[in-house]
C-alpha cells in the first residue's frame, strides 16, 4: 500500500510511466508478487495527478499481465506473467502436455523485448535486420554467442559455432548432412519426440539404448554400437525429456570414453542445461567427434527460436553451414540481435535465473501434490516423469484427466521400441500461474487415488 512510483523524466505519457514504473520495480524486487497497491485514488493524490491517468495506468498494467484486480480488495502485483490460454480442444481447460519454460513477473520479459528492440532501433534501425545474412551469423554474432556459451562448453570458439532457427531445424540439418537413409543412430529408450519426427524423415534408424536411473549404460551403448553398426549417437544428459535423469560427471566420462572407442559421432541436446551449469556438456570431453547443439527455448522462451550448434572443427562447421542454407536459409536476424543483446548485456542471464526459481518453485508444488507416489523430477526442471499405478492403462488414465480438463503426454511419444515405460509426463511450465498449477495438480493426485471402475463411470 506505501508504493510510490519513481516517475523522473520517462518519456511518454503519464499514465505510461506509471505502468513503466511499476514493471521496473517488479523487475527489480521492490514490488513482490501478491503485493496490494494503493487505491486509484490514493496514488492520484501521492503524484499529484488526476484520478483518470491512474485508472489508464492501471487498466493498461492489468492488460500487460502486470496486475490483477480482485472484488472488494483492491488491486494486486500479479503472480505471473499473463500467458493467453493456447487454443486446445473443447473442455480442456489445462495443458500440461506442453514443455514450456514458465513466465515469472521478475523475468520482465515484455519490458526487456521493448527495451531491447528499442536498443536496436537507435544503435542500428530494424530495417538493417529485414535483408539476408549469413547462415549461421556473422563472426561477431558468432563470438558474442561463443564467449556466453563457453562458461559450460569451454570448446566454444567462434569458427566453430553456428546460430539456428531453433534446434530443430538443427537436428534435421545434422542428420541430413551426416547420416544416410538406413543408417542407425542410437538414443535412449525414450527420447525426445522432435528427434523420432527428424530420423523419421531422414530415413534413419533409431535403436534404444538401455538405461538405468543414471541414465545410458555405457556396456549397453558400445554393444548396440557394435551390433547395429550405429553411426552416432543422440544424447540428452541433463535434465533429460522426459525422464528428468542427469548424468553425474561420471556416467558422462564413461559415455565419453564408449563413443570415442567405437568411432561414433555424439550429437548433445542441450535444451536445458543453463537451468543447471553444474555438469559439463559430454561433448567437452570428446570435442572431436561432437556436436553439442544449446538452445533457448526452455531456458528463456521458445518464440526466440534461437540455437548454437558447437562442431568439432572448421570443416564441420562449414558442412553445417550449408546445410542450415538448404533447410532454413538462416535464422531470423531481429530475434539473434535481440537475444546477442541480452547475452552481452547480462539480460539473459538474468531471465534464466528468474525463470529457474519459478521452476524450482512450481517443483516444490508438485512434490507437495504426488507425495508418496512414484515419480521423478529435478529442481530446476519444467516437467515431472510420473510412473503409474499398474491398475490404470496409460491411455485410460490420460483419457480420465482430459474429461477433468487436463492434457499431459504418456510415455508412447517418447519411445522408440514397443515397450515404453509405464509412465506420463507432465508439464509444469504452461500454467498461467502457480495457483493454476496447483489445481492442476489436485486433480491429478485424486485421478491417482481414484479407483480405475469409476473413471469410466460418463
Keep these: ?34 503485493e496490494r497497491l494503493p487505491t486509484h485514488r490514493a496514488l492520484a493524490s501521492a503524484l499529484g495527478v488526476d484520478l483518470t491517468t491512474v485508472t489508464r495506468a492501471y ?8 496486475t490483477e484486480a480482485r472484488v472488494g480488495q483492491g488491486t494486486f502485483v500479479a503472480e505471473s506473467a499473463a500467458r493467453a490460454p493456447r487454443a486446445a480442444a473443447a473442455g480442456l481447460s489445462i495443458d500440461l502436455s506442453m514443455n514450456l519454460p514458465p513466465e515469472p513477473l521478475e523475468a520482465d520479459l515484455d519490458g526487456r523485448l521493448l527495451r531491447g528492440l528499442e536498443g536496436l532501433r537507435r544503435d542500428y534501425g530494424l530495417t538493417d535486420f529485414l535483408s539476408y545474412q549469413q547462415p549461421g551469423g556473422s563472426e561477431t554474432d558468432r563470438g558474442i554467442a561463443a564467449g556466453w556459451l563457453r562458461r559450460r562448453v569451454r570448446t566454444a570458439a567462434a569458427e566453430r559455432l553456428l546460430i539456428f532457427p531453433g534446434t530443430q531445424p538443427a537436428l534435421v540439418c545434422l542428420l541430413l548432412a551426416l547420416t544416410r537413409p538406413g543408417d542407425t543412430v542410437l538414443t535412449d529408450r525414450l527420447t525426445y519426440p522432435g528427434f523420432k519426427s527428424a530420423a523419421g524423415a531422414a530415413g534413419v534408424k533409431l535403436v534404444g539404448v538401455a538405461a538405468d536411473r543414471g541414465g545410458m549404460i555405457p556396456a549397453a551403448l558400445e554393444e548396440a554400437a557394435r551390433r547395429h553398426k550405429a553411426r552416432a549417437v543422440y544424447l540428452v544428459p541433463t535434465i533429460h525429456n522426459p525422464t528428468t535423469v542427469t548424468l553425474s560427471a561420471e556416467r558422462r566420462e564413461q559415455l565419453a570414453a564408449a563413443i570415442a572407442r567405437r568411432g561414433l559421432m555424439l550429437f548433445e541436446d542441450d ?47 562449414a558442412v553445417m553451414a550449408n546445410a542450415l542454407r538448404t533447410v532454413a536459409q538462416m535464422p531470423a536476424p531481429l530475434m539473434v540481435a ?37 515419480y521423478a523430477a529435478h529442481p530446476r526442471g ?33 519411445s522408440v521400441d ?34 480405475v471402475g469409476a473413471s469410466r463411470i460418463v
Design 271 to 317: 535444451p536445458y542445461g543453463a537451468l543447471d551449469p553444474k555438469q559439463a556438456p559430454i561433448a567437452t570431453l570428446i570435442p572431436e567427434r561432437a556436436w553439442h547443439v544449446a538452445t533457448l527455448s526452455k531456458c528463456i522462451a521458445p518464440g526466440l527460436r534461437v540455437s548454437f550448434m558447437v562442431t568439432p572443427g572448421r570443416a564441420e562447421a
Design 1 to 34: 500500500m506505501d508504493w510510490h512510483p519513481t516517475l523522473g523524466d520517462r518519456p511518454g505519457a503519464v499514465y505510461e510511466s506509471i505502468v513503466e514504473a511499476l514493471a521496473a520495480d517488479v523487475a527489480s524486487g521492490r514490488l513482490r508478487r501478491g
Design 382 to 414: 519444467h516437467h515431472v516423469w510420473l510412473r503409474l499405478p499398474p491398475a490404470w492403462t496409460r491411455l485410460e488414465f490420460a483419457a480420465h484427466v482430459q474429461r477433468q480438463g487436463l492434457a499431459v503426454v504418456t510415455s508412447d511419444s517418447f
Design 59 to 66: 487498466n493498461e498494467a492489468r492488460r500487460r499481465g502486470l
Design 418 to 451: 514397443d515397450a515404453p515405460e509405464h509412465a506420463i509426463r507432465i508439464a509444469l511450465g504452461a500454467a498461467r500461474s502457480r495457483a493454476e498449477l496447483a489445481g492442476a495438480l489436485d486433480v491429478l493426485s485424486v485421478a491417482l487415488k481414484s479407483p
Design 338 to 374: 535481440l537475444v546477442l543483446r541480452w547475452l552481452g548485456d547480462g539480460s539473459a542471464d538474468e531471465i534464466i535465473a528468474a525463470i529457474a526459481n519459478e521452476a524450482a518453485a512450481r517443483q516444490k508444488l508438485a512434490a507437495k501434490a504426488l507425495a508418496g507416489h512414484d
